[in-house]
């Protein structure tokens, strides 16, 4: 289950009656595109169905009854959040779109590149300040996913951008090839991988553009500094859609 500040209230008005849950906003709107796939009790705040969330009220079991077909909350929380409204105050809606931001600008900073400069990634400062001067607003109540191409459309007019794929190659001197190839293997796709005669490790792997920062701290880190890295290949810019 999720906190209570965490929860939005979902409602639904029927046969004359009043009938709220606490849910998960994320949830409760994949529900109503019928996208929700997961776990119920895991994305509800309360195993219940409320006549008023906020005072604890509850409804009589013969309304549930009536309107529902039953008396048990998995089964009707579901079906209030699809035919009813979701209710949000405005500090939900704003805490929601500020969590939205910031995940748009970590999507975008780990995807995207500066064509002009070498397709070295742009620093999420950078889309930050560029999506404030681009007047983008995040709607709180849309998955991030749906819109990164909005938000890029918005920054392309402000700074040079693109989303990317890196494919770069990996030798890790042997003295660090046990461990640390474990954990580089793991960074993006490994498109193939060679043990050396000297018991150096290369291994070639494929990840977002703007990741590439990212990815020689972490090869630095585990082979103190002593890897050696090469680009093979940058990919044309990906489609979002």
Do not use: C
């Not at 965490?6 to 409760?28: K, M, N, Q, W, Y």
């Not at 309360?46 to 005072?55: L, P």
């Not at 742009?122 to 889309?127: E, G």
């Not at 972490?218 to 044309?236: F, P």
């Amino acid at each position: 289950m999720i906190s209570l500040d965490e929860a939005v209230t979902a409602r639904l008005e029927s046969h004359g009656e009043r009938f709220e849950v606490l849910i998960d906003p994320d949830a409760a709107l994949a529900m109503k595109r019928g996208e929700f796939d997961g776990d119920l009790e895991d994305v509800i705040a309360a195993r219940d169905v409320f006549e008023n969330a906020s005072r604890g009220d509850r409804p009589a079991e013969e309304d549930l009854e009536t309107v529902f077909g039953t008396t048990d909350p998995l089964e009707i929380i579901p079906e209030v959040v699809e035919r009813g409204e979701i209710q949000i105050t405005a500090e939900q809606r704003k805490e929601m779109q500020e969590q939205k931001r910031k995940q748009l600008i970590n999507t975008i900073a780990r995807n995207a590149v500066n064509p002009q400069m070498d397709n070295a990634p742009h620093p999420p400062d950078r889309i930050e300040n560029a999506l404030e001067q681009a007047g983008f607003t995040v709607d709180p109540m849309e998955p991030v996913e749906n819109q990164v191409d909005d938000a890029l459309d918005a920054l392309r007019p402000v700074i040079p951008i693109r989303f990317d794929e890196v494919t770069v190659a990996v030798q890790v001197p042997a003295d660090y090839a046990g461990s640390a190839q474990a954990q580089i293997r793991q960074f993006g796709d490994l498109e193939r991988e060679e043990w050396q005669a000297d018991g150096s490790w290369v291994g070639v792997l494929t990840f977002p553009a703007g990741m590439q920062n990212e990815f020689y701290d972490l090869v630095n880190e585990h082979t103190s500094g002593e890897a050696e890295t090469r680009i093979i290949k940058e990919k044309d810019e990906l489609s979002t859609r």
